[in-house]
């Protein structure tokens, strides 16, 4: 792991005026650009040749008299494939502009993590330790650390053989990059004919197969919470250093559209339609009933608590809790992104409803980002914020 001494060398070299926010442009990336207009810190979002319009076009920063009056993209650098950006001439272009990089979860998939572990000198706004347990086949994974921290999560299955209810089947999609090939079973004989229908259609392979995490399925409501840690309010007191932003959900395909289907419908697809997809296609916003507030706070502290004592310095800046609630109103975390979420567009410009009601003007989570950069250059904290 690069030292965190080796990145403050780097900090430390920075024109602290003319900082800038960095992202990879997929993911959340509009999110951090936003959030960096709102707090007056220029953007540059790092395209991949053929998906770079959205950016470089449609939300590129328009001014007039030097003043922001449309977009939040200032700058979008077009490369041929995004692991392009962890070379040393992006980097070194990045260190030269001042640049503070924002990990989300395209970087690191995108981008190998060893590289990024070892080889990437840009300061990385977050835990860049961190990032690897989002591998569910790592043996320290989230799964690992929700163990130590006491947290709920579902339980562990450890064969097909041993299904006795719905369960679920995690593992990555054969022919869609980054995409889920999820299945559920409620017995073994389920595993084993859904397994060798999305095998024959090349969904799943068999290597994935091998290696899938098989998980007790919660039946309830998906609420993914957006948290955010400061390190500037840990060390000053003056507010609560874990703060809930807000809450996403997913929309899936073609799940979503098998569950607007009538029954009768449903059973007469045919066999190729038979088992739906989860491939998350898009997020909407959603709030929690405030008597389970205390409990969806507690998740997060226990969290920042343990991470802090198994991946020190801890989590840093934006982390998600995806979750279910079951009937008796318990929480169980299924998954765990230790950077800025997946969902976070939805809450663009507008914020989140709770970083809305804490801070007293429209917070999300790029913005957020961008406010703790600001605090922390006051501060002269902002290497609290980096590793």
Same mark, same amino acid.
Request: proline share 5%; charged share 25%.
């Given at each position: 792991?690069?030292?965190?001494?080796?990145?403050?060398?780097?900090?430390?070299?920075?024109?602290?005026?003319?900082?800038?926010?960095?992202?990879?442009?997929?993911?959340?990336?509009?999110?951090?650009?936003?959030?960096?207009?709102?707090?007056?810190?220029?953007?540059?979002?790092?395209?991949?040749?053929?998906?770079?319009?959205?950016?470089?076009?449609?939300?590129?920063?328009?001014?007039?008299?030097?003043?922001?009056?449309?977009?939040?993209?200032?700058?979008?650098?077009?490369?041929?494939?995004?692991?392009?950006?962890?070379?040393?001439?992006?980097?070194?272009?990045?260190?030269?502009?001042?640049?503070?990089?924002?990990?989300?979860?395209?970087?690191?998939?995108?981008?190998?993590?060893?590289?990024?572990?070892?080889?990437?000198?840009?300061?990385?706004?977050?835990?860049?330790?961190?990032?690897?347990?989002?591998?569910?086949?790592?043996?320290?994974? $989230?799964?690992?650390?929700?163990? &130590?921290?006491?947290?709920?999560?579902?339980?562990?299955? %450890? @064969?097909? +053989? *041993?299904? =006795?209810?719905?369960?679920?089947?995690?593992?990555?999609?054969?022919?869609?990059?980054?995409?889920?090939?999820?299945?559920?079973?409620?017995?073994?004989?389920? $595993?084993?004919?859904?397994?060798? &229908?999305?095998?024959?259609?090349?969904?799943?392979?068999? %290597? @994935?197969? +091998? *290696?899938? =995490?098989?998980?007790?399925?919660?039946?309830?409501?998906?609420?993914?919470?957006?948290?955010?840690?400061?390190?500037?309010?840990?060390?000053?007191?003056?507010?609560?250093?874990?703060?809930?932003?807000?809450?996403?959900?997913?929309?899936?395909?073609?799940?979503?559209?098998?569950?607007?289907?009538?029954?009768?419908?449903?059973?007469?697809?045919?066999?190729?339609?038979?088992?739906?997809?989860?491939?998350?296609?898009?997020?909407?916003?959603?709030?929690?009933?405030?008597?389970?507030?205390?409990?969806?706070?507690?998740?997060?502290?226990?969290?920042?608590?343990?991470?802090?004592?198994?991946?020190?310095?801890?989590?840093?800046?934006?982390?998600?809790?995806?979750?279910?609630?079951?009937?008796?109103?318990?929480?169980?975390?299924?998954?765990?992104?230790?950077?800025?979420?997946?969902?976070?567009?939805?809450?663009?410009?507008?914020?989140?409803?709770?970083?809305?009601?804490?801070?007293?003007?429209?917070?999300?989570?790029?913005?957020?980002?961008?406010?703790?950069?600001?605090?922390?250059?006051?501060?002269?904290?902002?290497?609290?914020?980096?590793?």
């Amino acid at each position: 792991m690069l030292s965190r001494d080796a990145v403050w060398k780097t900090l430390d070299g920075y024109d602290l005026d003319r900082l800038k926010l960095g992202v990879v442009a997929s993911h959340s990336a509009l999110d951090v650009c936003d959030g960096a207009v709102d707090e007056d810190l220029p953007s540059v979002a790092y395209c991949q040749k053929g998906r770079e319009a959205t950016y470089a076009r449609y939300m590129r920063t328009v001014r007039q008299n030097g003043k922001r009056v449309a977009g939040c993209v200032d700058e979008a650098v077009v490369l041929d494939r995004f692991s392009e950006v962890t070379s040393d001439e992006v980097q070194s272009r990045m260190v030269e502009e001042n640049t503070l990089f924002v990990p989300n979860r395209s970087f690191s998939s995108y981008c190998a993590l060893e590289t990024i572990e070892e080889r990437f000198r840009v300061p990385l706004l977050g835990s860049r330790n961190m990032l690897r347990t989002e591998e569910r086949t790592e043996e320290r994974d $989230y799964y690992w650390l929700l163990e &130590k921290a006491g947290l709920p999560f579902p339980d562990p299955i %450890a @064969s097909p +053989d *041993e299904i =006795r209810e719905l369960s679920i089947v995690k593992l990555h999609h054969a022919q869609k990059a980054l995409e889920r090939g999820f299945f559920t079973a409620a017995t073994p004989a389920e $595993y084993h004919e859904k397994a060798d &229908k999305l095998l024959k259609e090349g969904v799943i392979d068999q %290597a @994935s197969l +091998d *290696e899938a =995490r098989i998980e007790r399925y919660v039946i309830g409501p998906v609420f993914n919470f957006n948290f955010f840690y400061s390190p500037v309010s840990a060390a000053s007191g003056d507010m609560e250093p874990v703060e809930l932003l807000g809450v996403d959900w997913r929309f899936e395909s073609s799940l979503d559209g098998h569950v607007r289907l009538p029954a009768p419908q449903q059973m007469n697809l045919p066999a190729h339609q038979l088992v739906p997809e989860m491939t998350v296609v898009g997020h909407n916003s959603a709030t929690a009933r405030e008597s389970l507030l205390d409990k969806v706070y507690d998740l997060a502290e226990r969290f920042v608590a343990a991470a802090k004592e198994h991946y020190d310095p801890g989590i840093i800046g934006p982390f998600c809790l995806q979750t279910c609630v079951d009937k008796d109103l318990d929480f169980y975390i299924y998954d765990v992104a230790p950077r800025i979420g997946g969902g976070t567009n939805v809450h663009v410009a507008v914020g989140h409803p709770y970083g809305n009601a804490l801070w007293r003007t429209n917070m999300s989570s790029g913005r957020r980002i961008a406010r703790e950069v600001r605090r922390a250059v006051d501060a002269d904290m902002l290497r609290s914020l980096v590793t």
